[in-house]
């Protein structure tokens, strides 16, 4: 009877510390997760927003801004720069501009 309790214990005490472990190791995968979803949200809005920018200038003003500081500053876009790097294209005042948002790499 005594043995049966040694292995019981044992066996306990070594999935304790494992379980622990591998519920440290999905808590810390799920928030990498995470924090890569919110990541790549914030990358999507940016871009809409700036196209919309662009569409609300074209609306208002009958031409589609000729450079990114024109929208930044006119119709308050605020761009993280630390964090993106956007590439703006004007290709005439009645085509819509092309942007493009990259993340910056660290």
Do not use: W
Request: with cysteine; proline share 4%; net charge neutral.
């Amino acid at each position: 009877m005594k043995r049966k309790r040694q292995r019981t214990g044992l066996l306990a005490g070594l999935l304790l510390p494992l379980g622990f472990a591998a519920a440290a190791v999905c808590f810390a995968t799920a928030l990498d997760s995470l924090d890569q979803g919110r990541a790549g949200e914030s990358h999507r809005r940016l871009e809409e927003t700036l196209r919309q920018g662009c569409v609300a200038c074209y609306a208002a003003e009958g031409f589609y801004p000729p450079d990114l500081d024109y929208l930044t500053q006119r119709y308050g876009i605020q761009i993280d720069e630390k964090r993106y790097v956007v590439k703006y294209m004007a290709l005439g005042e009645n085509l819509m501009p092309d942007v493009t948002v990259l993340e910056r790499v660290s």
